[in-house]
């Protein structure tokens, strides 16, 4: 299992090694739970991780309908199979990488429904030291799905309660490991 806490250079770069390390592996399981997304070019870096094939994963757009194209594609990214685990506090990146799993069905996201928190925006300072994030881009998926206030529904949805967290047990984890011992990765169908 790989956790990518952030899309983030340091950590882009760190899961980068780790898939170049396991490119033989027959699958890996990428938990982006608490997840917070981060930078978009780190996010390009981590698709085509995972994305062989040239393709258009969706698009930032700006008020005034102008888009920003989201494409991935490496010859040389991880062939095996892919679970994607995520939790209401998988965000933004941690999100257009997850949805892009699903939508693709090149892998199955296992978990929690996300935050539904994409829209891409910029800090700005105001007066007396206080300061607004104001969104200043949407997105939508290659499929047309907005993915802000909605999340990312888990394709199997586990939700761990407080006796798992008492007694130290992560029953998202243990559900990847039982797709990953049936050997298949079912995907639902939609």
Same mark, same amino acid.
């Given at each position: 299992?790989?956790? $990518?806490?952030?899309?983030?250079?340091?950590?882009?770069?760190?899961?980068?090694?780790?898939?170049?390390?396991?490119?033989?592996?027959?699958? #890996?399981?990428?938990?982006?739970?608490?997840?917070?997304?981060?930078?978009?070019?780190? !996010?390009?870096?981590? !698709?085509? $991780?995972?994305?062989?094939?040239?393709?258009? #994963?969706?698009?930032?757009?700006?008020?005034?309908?102008?888009?920003? *194209?989201?494409?991935?594609?490496?010859?040389?990214?991880?062939?095996?199979?892919?679970?994607?685990?995520?939790?209401?506090?998988?965000?933004?990146?941690?999100?257009?990488?997850? *949805?892009?799993?699903?939508?693709?069905?090149?892998?199955?996201?296992?978990?929690?429904?996300?935050?539904?928190?994409?829209?891409?925006?910029?800090?700005? *300072? $105001?007066?007396?030291?206080?300061?607004?994030?104001?969104?200043?881009?949407?997105?939508?998926?290659?499929?047309?799905?907005?993915?802000?206030?909605?999340?990312?529904?888990?394709?199997?949805?586990?939700?761990?309660?407080? *006796?798992?967290?008492?007694?130290?047990?992560?029953?998202? !984890?243990?559900?990847?490991?039982? !797709?990953?011992?049936?050997?298949?990765?079912? #995907?639902?169908?939609?």
């Amino acid at each position: 299992m790989q956790r $990518l806490t952030r899309f983030q250079p340091a950590p882009g770069n760190w899961l980068a090694a780790q898939v170049a390390a396991n490119a033989a592996a027959p699958a #890996i399981v990428l938990d982006l739970r608490h997840n917070p997304g981060g930078d978009p070019n780190v !996010l390009k870096k981590v !698709l085509n $991780l995972f994305f062989a094939e040239k393709m258009s #994963i969706g698009a930032f757009s700006d008020r005034k309908g102008k888009e920003f *194209k989201l494409e991935a594609g490496n010859k040389s990214a991880f062939k095996g199979r892919l679970i994607v685990l995520i939790d209401n506090y998988s965000h933004s990146a941690a999100e257009v990488f997850t *949805k892009a799993v699903q939508e693709t069905r090149r892998g199955i996201v296992v978990g929690q429904t996300s935050g539904g928190q994409v829209l891409a925006g910029e800090n700005y *300072k $105001l007066p007396s030291g206080f300061g607004i994030y104001m969104p200043i881009l949407d997105y939508r998926t290659a499929k047309g799905a907005r993915i802000e206030g909605h999340g990312v529904q888990p394709d199997i949805g586990v939700t761990p309660t407080a *006796k798992d967290y008492q007694e130290n047990k992560d029953p998202v !984890l243990e559900r990847a490991r039982q !797709l990953l011992r049936e050997r298949l990765i079912p #995907i639902p169908r939609r």
